[in-house]
């Protein structure tokens, strides 16, 4: 079993900063790409970003140059920094591990957290 906890999210006016982190727990080995994804109301869930263990990361256009993704191999965590923020931001915002190594002959695939909402008022 592999958990993914969440944190950081909230209120924020337009313009602002706010920074997410995203913990795996459980008997793990490693995570190949750890990354981020976004619902907002009446929408489909889409990709923010993602990282995988070499550090190669992927955004979509839209959060391009307002948004970066890190992580820590060591810890299992990822983070979302997200400057300049605007209302079309707002969403719950969800970490993503795939490909989660726990054992030789295990992997896990596409592990959710249970989502964080950010709001941005104008």
């Known amino acids: 079993q592999v958990q993914l906890v969440e944190s950081g999210g909230g209120l924020v006016q337009a313009g602002g900063s706010l920074g997410l982190s995203c913990a795996a727990s459980?008997?793990?080995?490693?995570?190949?790409?750890m990354g981020w994804y976004r619902q907002a109301p009446g929408k489909q869930r889409e990709l923010v970003a993602t990282?995988?263990?070499?550090?190669?990361?992927n955004y979509a256009d839209s959060v391009k140059g307002r948004f970066t993704i890190s992580r820590d191999n060591a810890k299992n965590t990822a983070f979302l920094q997200m400057n300049s923020l605007k209302p079309e931001d707002t969403a719950v915002y969800y970490c993503?591990?795939?490909?989660?190594?726990?054992?030789?002959?295990?992997?896990?695939?596409?592990?959710w957290g249970q989502g964080t909402q950010v709001t941005v008022s104008s």
């Open positions: 993503n591990a795939d490909r989660v190594v726990v054992s030789t002959t295990v992997i896990l695939y596409d592990q």
């Open positions: 459980g008997s793990i080995f490693n995570i190949n790409v």
């Open positions: 990282i995988t263990r070499a550090g190669r990361t």
